[in-house]
């Protein structure tokens, strides 16, 4: 059984950092891109980072771009959300998920993803 468990959300003010972790198990992890999204109340989820399968290549959506930073250890099957600089409008439920292609233009899709985790909520106040 596949599972994604992510961790690391929480209240933070705008200015603050957090690191969201997403533990991969069930499926081979160095086989899988794996992406972050995230949901705000009423709205879509969207597209946040996209890594390669060996962490070489990564792509950002451009509300988060030098701001975050996505990372992966294929020996702990953990990928990582680093999240500096955050805003209000950051707020929102975060998602990991895995991925079998690793198309990164693909992996902006949430079509492009085979497996997802729970969520964690981030709330960034002002």
């Known amino acids: 059984q596949v599972q994604l468990v992510e961790s690391g959300g929480g209240l933070v003010q705008a200015g603050g950092s957090l690191r969201l972790s997403c533990a991969v198990s069930?499926?081979?992890?160095?086989?899988?891109?794996m992406g972050w999204f995230r949901q705000a109340p009423e709205k879509e989820r969207d597209f946040v980072a996209v890594?390669?399968?060996?962490?070489?290549?990564?792509y950002y959506a451009d509300s988060v771009k030098d701001r975050f930073t996505i990372s992966r250890v294929n020996a702990k099957n953990t990928v990582y959300l680093q999240m500096n600089s955050l805003k209000p409008e950051d707020t929102a439920v975060y998602y990991c998920?895995?991925?079998?292609?690793?198309?990164?233009?693909?992996?902006?899709?949430?079509?492009?993803?085979?497996?997802w985790g729970q969520g964690t909520q981030v709330t960034v106040s002002s």
């Open positions: 998920a895995a991925g079998s292609t690793n198309n990164l233009g693909n992996l902006r899709l949430r079509s492009a993803y085979d497996d």
């Open positions: 890594i390669s399968r060996s962490g070489t290549y990564t």
């Open positions: 069930g499926r081979t992890f160095s086989s899988s891109a």
